[in-house]
């Protein structure tokens, strides 16, 4: 019952984003684009405007960063492609105070009752990038 349960959440979410994404796609302008990515980073297929850069710490290869490089006027959303098996951890900027969600790593969910030590090693999971512009939203709900 609980992988069941796991699995369901993880389809209403992807399902919820792909709902909003369809949604701001018939917004004029919002130019969405979108792109599928292995886990190391790897274009498979789509928007050759969305480029993701990978972050390796020297010292713990089995740790990599992510983050889509800037594209003006864009905003990104990001999706494993296997929901139900993945725990987003969001990197924090060595010097800054807080939490920055421009950098993401996926994680395997810990099992319930367990004691772990040391830090939590990537899942290998492909993702999809979704890029849209706010600006084009924001003008539709502004216009009404």
């Not at 796991?6 to 949604?23: D, V, W």
């Not at 917004?27 to 969405?32: K, L, Q």
């Not at 367990?114 to 939590?120: S, V």
Request: proline share 6%; net charge neutral; with cysteine.
């Amino acid at each position: 019952m609980i992988e069941i349960g796991a699995a369901s959440a993880g389809l209403n979410l992807a399902k919820g984003l792909y709902q909003a994404l369809e949604f701001i796609r018939g917004i004029r302008n919002s130019d969405v684009i979108a792109a599928y990515f292995r886990h190391d980073g790897t274009r498979i297929e789509g928007s050759d405007k969305i480029e993701i850069e990978v972050h390796r710490e020297n010292d713990k290869p089995a740790i990599e960063w992510y983050s889509v490089r800037p594209l003006q006027d864009y905003v990104f959303v990001r999706q494993p492609t296997v929901e139900s098996c993945a725990h987003e951890l969001v990197g924090q900027v060595a010097g800054e105070p807080s939490p920055d969600a421009r950098y993401w790593r996926w994680v395997a969910p810990v099992l319930p009752g367990r004691i772990y030590g040391g830090e939590a090693v990537n899942l290998k999971v492909d993702f999809l990038v979704f890029g849209y512009k706010p600006k084009a939203l924001i003008k539709y709900f502004s216009t009404k």
